[in-house]
């Protein structure tokens, strides 16, 4: 028995000698020294040894007992310790490296267009006004002089919500909402920067919802000479001292006479390219003279008071400073297109 326990205690001790990591040591732990364990397989043999016997066995049983204790913790201590460095060593920090850099957000493109028109305009005296994107048939059509059925309702398609609720198509019913605010009392001078809707096909130049800058000018003595005078004025503020504006006749079923107005071409400066189609100016922006109806069904006297009033749409305003070819650029959320527009 006595050769059995020294071979018991030399087979453990190579074992632990051999362990790599602290669960093996504690399997070898749990398979010599556990209740199950041939140590204590063999210690049940003790009553069958003569009593000279015994108590030699059983000094020797707790010597090995003793020993692979002593072997086992030392084990334990020395892997613990190790993985411990191991631990520190990785998650070491180099206090000395340089910070990593948060990425900072800017304004978007578009709100900056935004607020850059509206500073022109609230220099020349004019207040900025809003209203709803969810809007009735009456303001967006009806008040602009567009009664159910008229033809003239083709030209936006509309996002009908009820047969009288809809999404706004233009930021035009503003005008009323904002005339009838005034009490048929003028002067009249606001500009209405707000998102719009219609039912595009998205592509290059179309999106389903996009942005307009309304303006409305109404008081005794209104010409259409002033309209020009604003737009020369905001045209050489907004793109550039050499602009040049014209103003083309055109239609609106809200305006008597209406117009567009085109800027001269920045890249050929008028000589006719691609970008301007060959005629040297480029399209900017519907207006005209408010037509007598829609100024009565904003309470204003048509015989007391004229005015003009104009609509723009934003992203064409951006896209022609900035040389944006895809209006839906603005609308992806590309930071890579977003962030070269964090400081205009
Ligand atoms: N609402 C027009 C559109 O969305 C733009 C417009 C044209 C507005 C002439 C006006 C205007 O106020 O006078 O196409």
Redesign the pocket.
Known sequence: MLDRLQELHDEAAAQIESAVTLSDLRDVRVKYLGKKGPMTELMKGMGKLSSEERPKVGQKANEVRESLTGKLDAKEAKLESEALEAKLQEEKVDVTLPGRPVPKGGRHPLTSVVETIEDVFIGMGFTIAEGPEVETDYYNFESLNLPKHHPARD??DTFFISSDLLLR????PV?TRTMEKHQGVGPVKIICPGK?YRRDEDDATHSHQFM?I???VVDRGIRMSDLKGIFATFVKEYFGEDREIRLRPSF?P??EP?AELDISCALCGGKGCRTCKGTGWIEV????M?HPNVLRMGGFDPDVYSG????MGVERFAMLKYGIDDIRHFYTNDTRFLSQFKHV
């Open positions: 030209m936006q198509t233009q930021t035009s005008q719009v307009q309304e303006g409305l609106f809200f305006t209406s922006l519907g207006a005209g408010v003009f009033a104009f609509g």
